[in-house]
């Protein structure tokens, strides 16, 4: 962090100034550039009210340098993060695809759809027992009874499963969840943030709907700064003025992503969209756009789907879709799971 003081500003001030930076745990080292005063501060930044710096007349201008999530920083850790979630082996140059219903509804339901998309190449299967609805009056999920089933299609086809908390009491029905997700609209649950901060099971973090991609960041420094290091990011759209889909795929988002962060990014079109129509053609685009991996909403009979059936694509079009995504995988150089 630098800071530019003012030319011809009250020495007084200046020294006050520096006295009250000093009081956080920071070094501070004066340079003075063409007559121009720099304070250049390193140590525990986060501590200090930046806004309430700029309330001093001798502060010309601030200027921030290094990530604000430390963790989650590519510049602090250059490496990609690898994260093994029951066996398959995420990011680092490999391509995984979760696939699976929005909501487990009944055990043949799951397990016919978890083998028709293991057949097609999906190596994680998704599945909500506690659904977090708009609408109290919707299908709130199987709950425990959700998770029971969606562990049973885990025996039959053993593929790790991936399934929504939306409140940290239930977190001994994950016990054999291999991926826990935090739904979009508990990005910012920093108390839920910070208790899976404490356990040691990947977590699938999606973007809040009106989130900046540094909040979303910070969210994921939530769960890093507590100890647990196998975060997966996971775009899914943000809310804009458009009306036709339900929400707009941010596909800048991916490679900015990839650049800021070690963490594997991926992408969920499904949710973007809305459409069942346009989620392959945005799936692709996610692939192009150097997603680690995706997660797609699949049903059997989205039709007659408890929750988001209009967004739900057949086994039959995943299939299809899957063989776009080996050939897109082919042309970035993603090793598909
Ligand atoms: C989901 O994946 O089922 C879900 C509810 O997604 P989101 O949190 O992105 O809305
Ligand atoms: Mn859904």
């Not at 978890?114 to 057949?119: E, F, L, P, T, Y």
């Amino acid at each position: 962090m630098i800071i530019m003081i003012r030319s011809g500003s009250d020495p007084a001030q200046v020294c006050a100034l520096k006295e009250w930076l000093l009081k956080g745990k920071v070094t501070l080292n004066s340079v003075n550039i063409w007559g121009t005063e720099l304070l250049k501060l390193e140590g525990d930044l986060e501590q200090i009210d930046f806004s309430l710096v700029k309330k001093f007349d001798c502060v010309a201008m601030i200027t921030k340098t290094g990530d604000p999530y430390k963790f989650a920083s590519r510049h602090n850790y250059p490496e990609d993060t690898v994260i093994n979630a029951g066996g398959v082996m995420i990011g680092g140059g490999r391509f995984t695809a979760i696939a699976g219903p929005c909501s487990v509804e009944a055990e043949d339901q799951i397990c016919n759809i978890a083998h028709s998309v293991k057949k097609s190449g999906a190596s994680i299967l998704r599945g909500g027992a506690f659904k977090p609805r708009t609408s109290p009056y919707a299908f709130q999920g199987l709950k425990s009874r959700g998770i029971e089933l969606l562990i049973e299609a885990k025996k039959e086809t053993g593929m790790p499963i991936v399934s929504e908390i939306v409140d940290i009491s239930a977190l001994p029905f994950f016990d054999n969840v291999d991926i826990i997700q935090v739904g979009a609209r508990n990005m910012q649950n920093f108390e839920l943030l910070k208790e899976l901060g404490q356990i040691r099971k990947p977590i699938l973090l999606k973007r809040g709907p009106a989130n900046t991609i540094e909040e979303f960041l910070m969210s994921a420094e939530y769960i890093l700064s507590g100890g647990n290091r196998d975060v997966i990011l996971c775009e899914r759209g943000v809310r804009t003025f458009e009306t036709m889909t339900r929400n707009t795929l941010d596909i800048a988002a991916i490679p900015l992503l990839k650049k800021l962060t070690h963490l594997p990014v991926f992408a969920d079109p499904s949710h973007a969209s809305g459409i069942s129509d346009i989620v392959p053609d945005l799936a692709l685009a996610c692939v192009a756009a150097g997603a680690d991996g995706i997660m797609v909403e699949v049903h059997n009979d989205p039709v007659n789907a408890f929750s988001d059936g209009a967004q739900s694509i057949t086994p039959e079009c995943f299939d299809e879709l899957m063989r776009k995504v080996k050939a897109m995988c082919g042309i970035v150089g993603k090793k598909p799971e």
